[in-house]
């Protein structure tokens, strides 16, 4: 059910114009196309929309803006194989190589060796990559800021990991 009150929409508004950025990065890291940021931002969206009603201040907005991409995006994630199996069945125009600046090409790796994370671990480096306090990575998360240094570090490492071998060492 939308929200019924101006206030939720006003809050929607708002949260769009700060976090637009932050959104477009939660849905790239989670991504392989194109095609698929388009749909993944459009749920971000709309769990966003719904979410704003229910919004009490609790926490900060930045934190609940994470919290409702992160999970929109984690359960997108985990409903990937049914999409992978539907999208071999269509062209992926892209996959058509574009010419890309030096920059571009070393951002993509990046993303690309993020989006082999599992997705709590894509999460919390996408957050680390924002720059998110551990207390913000922690309310996200529903863990201890601890337990966030251990996990995002064990995280850097796996990355680390999968960035060897890239032209960009």
């Given at each position: ?14 949260w769009l114009e700060r976090y637009r950025p932050l959104l477009f990065k939660v849905v790239r890291g989670f991504t392989n196309s194109r095609q ?134």
């Amino acid at each position: 059910m939308p929200p019924s009150a101006p206030d939720s929409e006003t809050r929607f508004r708002d949260w769009l114009e700060r976090y637009r950025p932050l959104l477009f990065k939660v849905v790239r890291g989670f991504t392989n196309s194109r095609q698929d940021e388009e749909e993944l931002f459009q749920d971000v969206l709309v769990q966003l929309w719904h979410s704003a009603a229910r919004f009490s201040g609790g926490c900060a907005d930045s934190t609940w803006v994470y919290r409702v991409a992160f999970n929109t995006a984690m359960a997108w994630s985990r409903a990937a194989k049914t999409r992978r199996v539907r999208h071999t069945e269509t062209v992926d125009f892209d996959s058509i190589p574009a010419p890309v600046t030096p920059d571009e090409t070393q951002i993509d790796e990046l993303y690309a060796a993020i989006r082999q994370l599992p997705p709590s671990e894509t999460a919390l480096i996408m957050m680390h990559l924002e720059g998110a306090s551990y207390r913000e990575m922690a309310a996200v998360m529903g863990l201890s800021e601890v337990n966030i240094g251990t996990k995002l570090t064990r995280a850097r490492m796996r990355l680390a990991e999968l960035m060897k071998g890239t032209s960009h060492d």
